[in-house]
Structure formats: structure tokens, C-alpha cells
């Protein structure tokens, strides 16, 4: 099996033509996966120079191919204007005096501080790429200026860390935990925190407790530099877990993630009546792995029944898999395809629901 230190060896050896350096040396590679047989990264490259380094790319995946063993390689190039979003604010209201004119909900006393929104996203079974779509929407955010923070609370199968390239026990400081950042979104997994002989006391009652403790004692935001929203990607299921969570969560709204067959459908309707019962406004409904195998329209029929929006589809498309495997989300990877524009528009309509527009920055 391919190495660690084999792929940096052969990343070091292709030159960056601004820096005269080894890709590496450069600091242009940007959160290395290497599993297995395979490994992937995003060459992060200063803003309007994707056209000089596409040729570095082919490169660099070329000399990853040729390393022994290796059989899958993804390297995506990305311009660094979207990893890190600038911060500028619009004219006009301050975000302040847009919250001071909100209706305020009932503060919750686990809200945590210095977020502005909270935002599930929930599906009624497993694998129907709810991380996905937590993952892709919260880069779409970014994208948009806002600040964004994505935790993934699905103590059953975190996926977070894999699909945004990070590892490792977060930082502590002064009693609050320092969530890792990855393409200008901050993170935190139950993935970064549980040890396998952990796994009985996360899903059971102490898990809610668990995860509101990530939740409040995560240092998202300051004062001076709230959090915009905060994506809180949800253990699939409508059981006695997700409603003590949901319960415990101060949620602003959820969006449900389901595949256009009937027997994923009617589990989108379970988890629709769950938030129901906790008073979380359903935002929408979005369909995923739409098109050939699965069928199509099947969210969209069910979004009317139900009576909440529909906000899109997402096609089965494999970048969307590789780019989670490679821990690049394909909305950072791929801002100008097709499923980044997907992304964008689901990002639009939740801003609007979610009353974002007044703390987006310009871009
Ligand atoms: N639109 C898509 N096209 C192709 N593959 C997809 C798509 N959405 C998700 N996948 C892939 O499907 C698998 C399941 O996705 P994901 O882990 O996001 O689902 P999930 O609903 O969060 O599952 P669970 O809650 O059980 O962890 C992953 O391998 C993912 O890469």
C-alpha cells in the first residue's frame, strides 16, 4: 500500500512554477487524504491563477499515479478566494439591528454563544447522503460570505472528518473547545471525540448530552466575529435519540434530506412530524441521488403533501462520492460546476428562510 510519506515524496518532486518549490514546500497542497489505495487533495492556488496550475494538477495526479499500488487519485484545484472567504460586511443595517428586529423565538439555555442560526438537516434513514448535503450546503454558505459551522453530531457514522480532510482531538482553551477549520467552515465531529469503546455511551441517553456539550462548549463564534449559522448534521432516524436531541437543540429550522423512492419518503414524513412535535419550523425538503437508478420527483410529490417547500434536487453523480472520500467537498473543489450551482441555490433559499441576507458579506 502506498505510503504517507511516498505521495508527499512525489508531490514534492512536481514544481509550482510561481514559487520554484515543491508543491509541498509551497504549502499549495490543502488537506492530504491517503487511505488505502487511495489519496486526494485540493491544490489551493492563489485567485485567478487556475489556468496556470491546471497543467501542476495533471501533473501532480499523474506522479501519484504512477507510486506503486496506488489505484484512485483525486486532486481538485481550487482558487483560495473560496476557502477563505473575505469578511467584509454589506452597508445598511448592522447584523445587530437586523437581529434586534427579529421576532425572537424562546431562548433555549443551551443556545450556544455567539451563533446567530442553527440549522438541522435531518433525513428519516441512513444513507441517503444527509452528510453529503450537510457538508456541500454548509461550503455553499461560505461561498455566500457567511460565516458557517458545521457540526456533525451523527453518532452513528460521523462522517465530517473524512469528507473535510481533518483529524485529531480539538484544541482547549480557556474550558471551551477550539473547532478545526476546513474550507472556511468551522468543525466538529463526534468523529474527532469518541473512541471506539466510547461508541454505547454516545447512542445511548448520554448521547444528546454529549452532543449539546459540543454544541455550547465549542468556541464558534466570538462577539466580535459571530457565527452566521451553524449546520448541524443529524444521526439519521426518527427514534428516541433524535428527539432528545432536537429537543435539546435550539433549532431555527431543518431541512430533510431524502432519495426519490417511496420507502426513503416515507421515513421524510416521519422526521417532518418529529420536528413538528418540538415546534422546528421544516424548511424544505431536498431530493438526492435524483435521476437514472432511483427515479426522480419523488421529494418534490411528497413536499407538496406534506405541505413544505421543495428546494431542489441533487443528482447521483459520482464527484459528489470522490470528493467526500478525498475529504475536498465538491462546492470548494468544483465552485463553477453544476452541482456547486445546485448547491448555491439551495444555499440562496435557505439564507432567505433562515433571514441571513443582512450578515452576508460582499463578495
Ligand atoms: N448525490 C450523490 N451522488 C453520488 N453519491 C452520493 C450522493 N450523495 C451521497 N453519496 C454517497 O452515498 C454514500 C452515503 O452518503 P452520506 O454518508 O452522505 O449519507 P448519510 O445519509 O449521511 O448516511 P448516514 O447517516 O447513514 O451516515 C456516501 O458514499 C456518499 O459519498
Redesign the pocket.
Known amino acids: 500500500m502506498p505510503d504517507r510519506a511516498a505521495v508527499i515524496a512525489a508531490l514534492d518532486a512536481v514544481i509550482d512554477p510561481r514559487s520554484g518549490q515543491g508543491l509541498m514546500a509551497a504549502g499549495l497542497v490543502q488537506g492530504l487524504v491517503v487511505a488505502d489505495d487511495r489519496a486526494g487533495f485540493a491544490l489551493e492556488v492563489p485567485a485567478g491563477d487556475t489556468a496556470l496550475y491546471a497543467p501542476v494538477r495533471d501533473a501532480a495526479e499523474a506522479a501519484l499515479k504512477a507510486i506503486p499500488g496506488m489505484a484512485r487519485v483525486s486532486v481538485v484545484l481550487t482558487a483560495e478566494a473560496v476557502a477563505t472567504p473575505p469578511r467584509r460586511r454589506t452597508a445598511g443595517l448592522s447584523p445587530q439591528a437586523v437581529d434586534q428586529g427579529r421576532a425572537k423565538a424562546p431562548v433555549p439555555t443551551d443556545r450556544p454563544a455567539h451563533v446567530r442560526r442553527v440549522l438541522a438537516v435531518a433525513?428519516g434513514?441512513?444513507?441517503?447522503?444527509?452528510?453529503?448535503?450537510?457538508?456541500n450546503l454548509a461550503c455553499a454558505l461560505a461561498a455566500r460570505g457567511l460565516r458557517v459551522g458545521l457540526l456533525d453530531a451523527?453518532v452513528?457514522?460521523?462522517?465530517a472528518p473524512t469528507?473535510l480532510g481533518i483529524s485529531g482531538k480539538p484544541a482547549y482553551e480557556d474550558g471551551a473547545m477550539v473547532p478545526h477549520e476546513a474550507w472556511g467552515l468551522k468543525a466538529m465531529s463526534v468523529g474527532l471525540l469518541m473512541k471506539a469503546d466510547d461508541a454505547m455511551i454516545w447512542r445511548g441517553p448520554m448521547a444528546s448530552q454529549a452532543i449539546t456539550q459540543m454544541l455550547t462548549q465549542t468556541r464558534w463564534g466570538t462577539e466580535d466575529e459571530p457565527l452566521d449559522v451553524l449546520v448541524v448534521?443529524l444521526?439519521?432516524g426518527t427514534g428516541d435519540v433524535q428527539l432528545t436531541l432536537i429537543q435539546k437543540t435550539p433549532l431555527d429550522g431543518a431541512v430533510i434530506?431524502s432519495t426519490p423512492q417511496e420507502v426513503a419518503l416515507a421515513d421524510a414524513r416521519r422526521a417532518k412530524t418529529l420536528f413538528d412535535r418540538v415546534n422546528v419550523p421544516t424548511l424544505g425538503l431536498i431530493e438526492?441521488?435524483?435521476g437514472d437508478v432511483f427515479g426522480r420527483g419523488g421529494a418534490e410529490a411528497e413536499a407538496a403533501r406534506l405541505g413544505v417547500d421543495f428546494l431542489g434536487d441533487?443528482?447521483?453523480?459520482?464527484?459528489?462520492?470522490?470528493?467526500?472520500?478525498a475529504g475536498v467537498p465538491v462546492v470548494a473543489g468544483d465552485p463553477d460546476g453544476d452541482i456547486a450551482g445546485r448547491f448555491s441555490g439551495l444555499a440562496e433559499a435557505l439564507s432567505k428562510k433562515l433571514d441571513l441576507q443582512g450578515f452576508q458579506t460582499q463578495l
Open positions: 433525513s434513514k441512513g444513507g441517503v447522503g444527509k452528510s453529503t448535503v450537510s457538508v451523527d452513528y457514522g460521523p462522517s469528507m448534521d444521526p439519521p434530506v438526492n441521488m435524483s441533487l443528482p447521483l453523480d459520482a464527484a459528489l462520492r470522490e470528493g467526500a472520500d
